[in-house]
C-alpha cells in the first residue's frame, strides 16, 4: 500500500506542478474565474521536490499565467504564512488576485512498514484564489485579520 512515483525526466513537468496546475484549475473554476485574472502563484508547503528552480514559476508557466511567483517553506506552517503574504500584496495593491496553491507529496519519504505514523500523512494539493471581495463573483470567505508568529522549540 504505497504509492508508485515514477522517475521523470526533467522535460516532463515535476509531480508536484502537476497536482498544482489541477488543483488551481479547480480552484479558478469554483471561482468563476480564469488565468488571465491571476496575478501570481505563491506555491507554499512543507516537502518542496527541489530548492530551484521554483516549483511556482513553473506552475505559473504550465498554467500561462503572467506576474508573478514564488516558493514558500515554512514547515507546516507554510499555507498560513502564503495566505498571509497573497493577503499583504493584495492590499498593498502589489497583485489584484493570487493563487495559493500548497502541493504536499509526503509519501516519498515515508516508511510504510510504521504503523503507527505514516497513516498520519499523505498525498494532498488545495488550492484558493484570494481576491478583493469587490472583484469576486462568487460568494466565498472574507479574511477579517491575520497575524503570524514564529518561536524555536528546544
Not at 469554483?30 to 496575478?39: E, F, I, L
Not at 530548492?51 to 500561462?64: M, N, S, T
Request: proline share 3%.
Amino acid at each position: 500500500m504505497r504509492p508508485l512515483l515514477e522517475e521523470r525526466s526533467n522535460d516532463q513537468p515535476s509531480v508536484q506542478a502537476e497536482i498544482a496546475v489541477s488543483a488551481c484549475l479547480e480552484a479558478l473554476k469554483n471561482a468563476n474565474k480564469s488565468v488571465d485574472d491571476v496575478d501570481a502563484v505563491i506555491c507554499a508547503c512543507a516537502n518542496l521536490q527541489r530548492a530551484y528552480p521554483a516549483v511556482a514559476i513553473e506552475i505559473q508557466d504550465l498554467l500561462g499565467i503572467q506576474g508573478y511567483s514564488y516558493d514558500m517553506n515554512v514547515a507546516c506552517s507554510s499555507s498560513t504564512f502564503g495566505i498571509q503574504n497573497a493577503v499583504s500584496d493584495i492590499r498593498s495593491g502589489l497583485a489584484e488576485s493570487i493563487l495559493v496553491v500548497s502541493p504536499e507529496i509526503c509519501s516519498g519519504h515515508l516508511n510504510f512498514k510504521d504503523r503507527d505514523g505514516h497513516f498520519i500523512f499523505g498525498d494532498v494539493c488545495p488550492a484558493l484564489l484570494l481576491e478583493k471581495e469587490e472583484t469576486s463573483d462568487v460568494e466565498g470567505y472574507k479574511i477579517i485579520s491575520t497575524k503570524l508568529k514564529t518561536f524555536f522549540f528546544k
